[in-house]
């Protein structure tokens, strides 16, 4: 007879079916159609150890050393396909270098091993320890690394949006206005 335990809390019918499953037990479900082995794979693409909300310096630092450190499960969200090191903009505005050199393919920048799902996080629940992405699919995770950076109102200064980017008004937030 087999025995399987599931964590206080998380005994829904996913945990249920993978706690039976990896028992040996026989499993019924009205998954529509759905085998198994998709039901594997898809449990084994949006659960991760350890998620990283945000593909910027600060989130890609964090999967950076948690790899070093023989962290195997690692996925980041971030939605952008073009990755910007932000702190070199200040020497951009100064005109020591050009913005280009501070641009990337974000694929070019992630980790190696680490999973990069190209998405945008739109409601946590720590509770449940969940993510909602924009496409409405969930994410589960056991540690949750926010690096999500920050985001620009520029119409929140009065006159701002109409003055930035001309009369030598730039800003080191913003690829295109670091650029004189």
Request: with cysteine; hydrophobic share 40%; glycine share 12%.
């Amino acid at each position: 007879m087999a025995h399987f335990f599931l964590r206080t809390g998380s005994a829904g019918r996913r945990a249920a079916f993978f706690a039976a499953a990896a028992s040996g037990s026989a499993v019924l479900l009205g998954a529509g159609g759905m085998t198994f082995e998709t039901l594997c794979k898809e449990e084994q693409q949006n659960k991760h150890k350890i998620l990283i909300v945000g593909g910027g310096s600060g989130g890609l630092a964090a999967a950076a050393q948690l790899k070093i450190k023989g962290e195997k499960d690692i996925a980041v969200i971030e939605p952008s396909s073009v990755h910007y090191y932000q702190p070199l903009w200040t020497l951009v505005g100064g005109g020591i270098f050009p913005g280009t050199k501070s641009r990337r393919t974000e694929k070019e920048v992630m980790p190696k091993g680490v999973h990069w799902i190209q998405n945008k996080v739109t409601t946590f629940d720590p509770k449940n320890n969940t993510v909602t992405m924009a496409d409405g699919k969930k994410v589960a995770y056991d540690y949750l690394i926010v690096a999500a950076g920050f985001q620009l109102n520029w119409d929140q200064i009065k006159g701002l949006p109409e003055t930035i980017g001309k009369n030598g008004v730039v800003s080191v937030y913003d690829y295109e206005y670091a650029q004189d």
